[in-house]
């Protein structure tokens, strides 16, 4: 192989390296920070979403919520998302963001609108609505049908949170 090629080769490489990924580094953040998260079928790694405050306390205007994962497959290291994974998997998209909340959807599934913001406890916590009651959402679990990594087939999503007006535990099955 000619020289020309393999710098060609290495240069492409290195787009690919650094153009997908993401370069805000994993935040293990101590105290109550953590929002929710993402269990997966595939592996025990999971994604979380931690709220992102300023140093008044309230919402960092910027991004609000801070994603990565926590990697029980490499004992339990924090790692960021990939520009891949940001832009079509596990990112969020910010509708509205104002001081002490904003509004959100998944970048995967651009239907359903979330909102983050302080509850009773004076704590940042996630809401949506399912099956029209506002719930608290504590956690998501994909259920994948393949290994695919590029179209993965998903069968189902449960999401998981805490009726507001009732306090009880609420389980919704989505089928994308």
Do not use: C
């Not at 599934?109 to 909102?115: G, H």
């Not at 302080?118 to 994909?142: A, C, N, Q």
């Amino acid at each position: 192989m000619s020289r020309m090629k393999v710098k060609i080769i290495l240069a492409v490489m290195t787009v690919f390296a650094f153009g997908f990924t993401n370069p805000d580094q994993a935040v293990n953040l101590t105290g109550d920070y953590t929002l929710f998260k993402i269990d997966r079928s595939r592996d025990q790694d999971i994604v979380v979403y931690d709220v992102k405050l300023d140093s008044q306390g309230d919402l960092d205007a910027s991004m609000p919520i801070s994603v990565y994962w926590k990697k029980y497959t490499k004992d339990g290291t924090f790692e960021p998302l990939t520009g891949i994974q940001k832009k079509f998997g596990y990112g969020i998209k910010f509708q509205n963001i104002y001081e002490h909340s904003a509004e959100f959807k998944f970048v995967s599934s651009l239907d359903r609108i979330f909102e983050i913001k302080k509850s009773g406890d004076d704590h940042y916590r996630v809401f949506t609505f399912s099956e029209g009651k506002k719930v608290e959402v504590r956690s998501l679990y994909i259920h994948f049908e393949d290994d695919s990594f590029w179209f993965p087939a998903i069968s189902k999503i449960e999401l998981v949170g805490i009726d507001t007006e009732k306090g009880s535990i609420i389980t919704e099955s989505i089928i994308p």
